[in-house]
């Protein structure tokens, strides 16, 4: 199993522009999580899914931070458009079926916003 | 909704002594502890975690104890070494929310083993 595959692994880019992070949770996980970690406030879950659908979206900071799970094997965080105080490492992590402890990161993708 | 302390925020030992981290939560209900280990510049990874029906549970080196009371667990390292240098984070989940158990994490512990 490659576990939880995300990308890009690292984006750097201009204030504004919108970014885009990738997430393969592991097959046959039903539960994924976005976090975000900074120095500042540690590791902050932003937003869970269960099935594909959302559940709690109550960390996502502002309307400029979206995610989508289309469908299992795939989920995306957007920030649109970004701003410096975006940079963070991003994580996704996935958890298998209702009930299941252990949650499973991703490498994380490191955002530098300029 | 559950708030985790988590201390001390560093952590310096020489190899071969003993490492204690501590972390308190605010929500009775929570019954899952986990313990996250991350390396610099890799992925955190669960290490040990506890629920609330022990007090305490060990794993060769490691161990974690769990007093729900005083709404306080500890991780506990023995004999360290250079490569348990890394930041460890406590966690407490509150139970199922929407059929998954949602870990709030503390800030973090960055343990400095010295050769």
């Known amino acids: 199993d490659a576990g939880v595959i995300q990308s890009p692994r690292h984006e750097v880019t201009e204030m504004g522009q919108e970014v885009t992070l990738r997430c393969k949770p592991i097959?046959?996980?039903?539960?994924l999580f976005w976090y975000r970690q900074t120095m500042m406030r540690g590791l902050e879950l932003l937003i869970y899914?269960?099935?594909?659908?959302?559940?709690?979206d109550s960390g996502m900071p502002e309307d400029r931070f979206s995610a989508k799970m289309p469908n299992a094997s795939f989920s995306t965080l957007k920030i649109q458009p970004s701003e410096p105080r975006d940079s963070a490492v991003y994580f996704c992590?996935?958890?298998?079926?209702?009930?299941?402890?252990?949650?499973?990161f991703g490498p994380g993708t490191r955002l530098t916003v300029t | 909704g559950e708030n985790v302390e988590q201390h001390p925020s560093t952590l310096s030992v020489q190899e071969g002594d003993s490492a204690v981290i501590k972390c308190t939560y605010s929500d009775s209900a929570s019954n899952y502890f986990p313990w996250y280990k991350q390396e610099l510049g890799k992925r955190p990874q669960l290490i040990i975690d506890?629920?609330?029906?022990?007090g305490e549970k060990k794993d060769q080196r490691i161990a974690v104890t769990l007093n729900k009371t005083a709404k306080h667990f500890s991780l506990h390292i023995t004999e360290t070494q250079p490569e348990d240098s890394a930041v460890y984070f406590c966690a407490a989940s509150e139970g199922v929310r929407g059929g998954s158990y949602i870990p709030t994490f503390g800030r973090g512990t960055s343990l400095i083993v010295h050769p």
């Open positions: 899914f269960n099935n594909n659908v959302p559940i709690d």
């Open positions: 506890i629920r609330s029906n022990v």
């Open positions: 097959s046959g996980h039903n539960s």
């Open positions: 992590a996935s958890k298998a079926g209702t009930g299941a402890y252990e949650q499973y």
